[in-house]
């Protein structure tokens, strides 16, 4: 980075997710399918009063960043099916 260059981690991106106080312990697994789960909760009501869903994208990054494919590709392929555990 040269001088006056804003680091990318300061603009919001970043590739892991932050410290959930939530979820404190080492195991991440409850704190990917929340974020899972909120991510298409917000998605649903954002969506159903018309407004942007862009701040819903802090969940996705969130779970995409803790989540195994397998787990979401399954949890996805439930939901369509109308086959998936989770509250939405």
């Known amino acids: 980075l040269g001088r006056g260059s804003i680091p990318p981690w300061s603009r919001g991106y ?4 932050p410290f959930d106080p939530r979820f404190p312990n ?13 991510y298409y909760r917000c998605l649903k009501v954002l969506g159903a009063k018309g407004k942007d869903t862009k701040p819903c994208q802090w ?17 996805d392929e439930q939901r369509n099916e109308g086959s ?5």
Not at 14 to 17: G, L, P, S
């Open 14 to 17: 970043y590739r892991t997710a």
């Open 26 to 38: 080492t195991n991440q697994t409850r704190n990917c399918y929340q974020n899972y789960l909120d």
């Open 59 to 75: 969940y996705y990054r969130v779970y995409k960043s803790l989540c195994p494919l397998s787990w979401v590709r399954r949890w």
């Open 84 to 88: 998936f555990a989770g509250k939405i």
